[in-house]
């Protein structure tokens, strides 16, 4: 190990320049990081309860409208585009492979369940997130 060291004062000094120089690039990374990780979850936070609050919305809509015309609002939205995600508030449990857990995972489920609760009074709401592949989804 002692071959290791340079033998003399200005490679020593260097080896110590060297090593400083690293260290205080690693300290910098580990905080922006840090930094970048936590906004990241700020900006999951937000958007999760917006998406909480328009699926509080539009279970409202949909329970204020007779049974009867449910389905043909539900088709008009599907002919129109609709969005990207999937809500279902049938008695009757849909199977969905569900996507592995994630701090942000954790994070929307709670905002999902919270919002439901406080706007529905729903409080048994099952959230999962499905593949695109497995939602029949192209």
């Known amino acids: 190990m002692r ?42 936070d937000e958007l999760s309860r917006n998406v909480a609050y328009s699926i509080a919305s539009t279970v409202r809509f949909f329970r204020s409208l007779p049974v009867e015309y449910r389905h043909i609002v539900l088709e008009q939205l599907r002919q129109m585009g609709g969005t990207r995600f999937f809500v279902s508030v049938n008695s009757e449990r849909l199977t969905v492979e569900d996507l592995r857990d994630s701090p942000e995972k954790a994070l929307i489920v709670n905002n999902v369940n919270q919002v439901l609760s406080d706007e529905l009074g729903i409080t048994e709401a099952v959230i999962e997130f499905s593949a695109r592949r497995f939602a029949g989804v192209e």
């Open 3 to 44: 071959w290791l060291l340079p033998r003399s004062l200005r490679g020593r000094f260097v080896l110590i320049m060297v090593m400083g120089v690293l260290s205080a690039q690693l300290v910098s990374y580990a905080v922006w990081s840090s930094q970048v990780r936590d906004r990241h979850l700020e900006q999951v």
